[in-house]
């Protein structure tokens, strides 16, 4: 669906103007479906230039609707359709610029009929909608009208759906040249960095409306401002600019990522008060051997070991468990074998499964693994890759709590509490934090571990 537009406007300087008239066809590539034709009422003066242009004077527009009246209307005829103009980058800017003034995020997709027109009309000696109309032999009446213009539009266009025999047109595949919705917005994601940080977007009330962590900052950005789900969508429609920052690392992402949840609580992020943990993994006894086990969040009751973002997160951070620390896939849930599991056929199973080795020499594996990411009452600083060169960063852990994070360069000496709370960015308290600290724990995703001494 299309919806074919042109409008006047006051003149004056970029950002200032006023729409005057607007038109706008509503078009299914064969039929016009629906149409909207009006003078609007401006705030400022009409350039003598644009009367004398357009003929449009000052005593036309006095008993127009003002814009705010026609808005709901604009918005349901476009609903749904991409925006085709000529020149269409200021057609649409100043559709998002009169929206703004009442708190509104406009946005559509938009094709620009000049760089097709070059594509598909080489030997045309201009292509100015008046002179490239009469080439084409389209007739044009009231021209610099929004009617007028619009519907000249209208013509070439059909024109141009028939060239397009590849039919990029209609999929909405336009290459960068035609301002695909790609291009429109990489302005915010090229020169963001391919490293791994946080992104926010801000809406025109510079509020977060969106946040997240990421391996890769740019990438992450193009995706949720390219996407085609509805997500993406919404983000979309209330951009208005982004930022970024590096953090160095996957931890502190994580752990910043948290925190902003619960601070800034940004409108299109489904979790937006934290990071969910719906699995977790627990620990139980099975005739006496200790296993691992993945259930729904529930009351702990003891036996809580780590918290999981996810089903397939526990299920594979399991199965790593299992493979490290030799412990038997049957008992774990993970092999759904009857009997023994197939570990044990080959030989990587110790025999737990058949009752074949002893429950202390099995269950001793399984408290080595729960030492490992045990933080009770311990004191340390994790460390890792800063954000540039000569950095690191570290993960304040104390009694088994995580209190924050900093920076330091190489050559600076961090080791005593005092020096760390002068650093440190600190965050609130927060289970799911102490888990994700646990699973890096396990996975020896850091540089070094330095104990502290209170």
Same mark, same amino acid.
């Given at each position: 669906?299309?919806?074919?537009?042109?409008?006047?406007?006051?003149?004056?300087?970029?950002?200032?103007?006023?729409?005057?008239?607007?038109?706008?066809?509503?078009?299914?590539?064969?039929?016009?479906?629906?149409?909207?034709?009006?003078?609007?009422?401006?705030?400022?003066?009409?350039?003598?230039?644009?009367?004398?242009l357009?003929?449009?004077? %000052?005593?036309? $527009?006095?008993?127009? %609707?003002?814009?705010?009246?026609?808005?709901?209307?604009?918005?349901?005829?476009?609903?749904?359709?991409?925006? $085709?103009?000529?020149?269409?980058?200021?057609?649409?800017?100043?559709?998002?610029?009169?929206?703004?003034?009442?708190?509104?995020?406009?946005?559509?997709?938009?094709?620009?009929?000049?760089?097709?027109?070059?594509?598909?009309?080489?030997?045309?000696t201009?292509?100015?909608?008046?002179?490239?109309?009469?080439?084409?032999?389209? %007739?044009?009446?009231?021209?610099?009208?929004?009617?007028?213009?619009?519907?000249?539009?209208?013509?070439?266009?059909?024109?141009?759906?028939?060239?397009?025999?590849?039919?990029?047109?209609?999929?909405?595949?336009?290459?960068?040249?035609?301002?695909?919705?790609?291009?429109?917005?990489?302005?915010?994601?090229?020169?963001?960095?391919?490293?791994i940080g946080?992104?926010?977007?801000?809406?025109?009330?510079?509020n $977060?409306?969106?946040?997240?962590?990421?391996?890769?900052?740019?990438?992450?950005?193009?995706?949720?401002?390219?996407?085609?789900?509805?997500?993406?969508?919404?983000?979309?429609?209330?951009?208005?600019?982004?930022?970024?920052?590096?953090?160095?690392?996957?931890?502190?992402?994580?752990?910043?990522?948290?925190?902003?949840?619960?601070?800034?609580?940004?409108?299109?992020?489904?979790?937006?008060?934290?990071?969910?943990?719906p699995?977790?993994?627990?620990?139980?006894?099975k005739?006496g051997?200790?296993?691992?086990?993945?259930?729904?969040?529930?009351?702990?009751?003891?036996?809580?070991?780590?918290?999981?973002?996810?089903?397939?997160?526990?299920?594979?951070?399991?199965?790593?468990?299992?493979?490290?620390?030799?412990?038997?896939?049957?008992?774990?849930?993970?092999?759904?074998?009857?009997?023994?599991?197939?570990?044990?056929?080959?030989?990587?199973?110790?025999?737990?499964?058949?009752? +074949?080795?002893?429950? +202390?020499?099995?269950?001793?594996?399984?408290?080595?693994?729960? +030492?490992?990411?045990?933080?009770?009452?311990?004191?340390?600083?994790?460390?890792?890759?800063?954000?540039?060169?000569?950095?690191?960063?570290?993960?304040?852990?104390?009694?088994?709590?995580?209190?924050?994070?900093?920076?330091?360069?190489?050559?600076?000496?961090?080791?005593?509490?005092?020096?760390?709370r002068?650093?440190?960015?600190?965050?609130?308290?927060? +289970?799911?934090?102490?888990?994700i600290?646990?699973?890096?724990?396990?996975?020896?995703?850091?540089?070094?571990?330095? %104990?502290?001494?209170?």
């Open positions: 669906m299309y919806a074919i537009l042109d409008i006047e406007a006051t003149g004056g300087k970029k950002g200032e103007e006023d729409i005057i008239e607007v038109a706008i066809y509503r078009f299914d590539g064969k039929n016009i479906e629906d149409q909207l034709i009006s003078l609007v009422s401006p705030d400022r003066q009409i350039d003598a230039y644009v009367q004398k357009t003929q449009i004077t %000052p005593k036309m $527009v006095k008993s127009a %609707p003002k814009f705010h009246e026609i808005a709901k209307r604009i918005i349901e005829i476009t609903d749904g359709a991409i925006l $085709v103009g000529h020149n269409v980058d200021f057609d649409y800017r100043m559709l998002k610029q009169e929206f703004r003034k009442f708190g509104y995020t406009y946005y559509r997709e938009t094709i620009d009929t000049v760089p097709l027109c070059e594509k598909y009309f080489p030997e045309a201009s292509y100015s909608l008046g002179k490239l109309s009469k080439e084409l032999g389209i %007739p044009v009446a009231d021209r610099h009208r929004a009617s007028g213009d619009a519907r000249a539009t209208l013509e070439i266009f059909k024109l141009l759906l028939d060239k397009d025999f590849l039919k990029d047109i209609s999929k909405n595949e336009i290459s960068n040249e035609t301002k695909t919705s790609s291009g429109r917005f990489s302005e915010f994601y090229n020169d963001a960095p391919n490293a946080m992104f926010y977007i801000f809406d025109s009330n510079k $977060v409306v969106y946040l997240s962590r990421s391996h890769n900052i740019s990438q992450s950005i193009r995706k949720i401002l390219t996407g085609k789900n509805a997500l993406s969508n919404r983000v979309r429609m209330a951009l208005e600019s982004v930022k970024y920052e590096i953090t160095g690392n996957e931890l502190i992402s994580w752990i910043k990522e948290n925190h902003e949840l619960q601070r800034l609580k940004p409108t299109f992020n489904e979790r937006s008060k934290k990071i969910s943990f699995y977790m993994i627990y620990l139980g006894k005739n051997y200790k296993t691992l086990y993945i259930e729904k969040s529930r009351e702990a009751k003891g036996n809580g070991v780590l918290r999981m973002t996810s089903l397939p997160f526990a299920q594979n951070l399991l199965s790593l468990v299992t493979e490290e620390f030799e412990l038997c896939p049957l008992l774990n849930g993970i092999s759904k074998c009857d009997e023994n599991c197939f570990s044990y056929e080959i030989g990587e199973c110790h025999g737990a499964c058949v009752g +074949e080795e002893s429950i +202390e020499s099995y269950n001793e594996r399984v408290d080595a693994f729960l +030492e490992k990411i045990n933080l009770d009452n311990k004191s340390f600083l994790m460390t890792g890759n800063g954000r540039k060169i000569g950095e690191n960063s570290f993960v304040w852990i104390e009694k088994g709590i995580c209190l924050g994070y900093g920076y330091y360069e190489l050559n600076h000496q961090i080791k005593t509490p005092q020096i760390i002068e650093r440190m960015i600190p965050v609130e308290h927060d +289970e799911g934090v102490d888990s600290v646990k699973g890096f724990l396990f996975s020896e995703k850091y540089k070094d571990l330095i %104990p502290i001494k209170l």
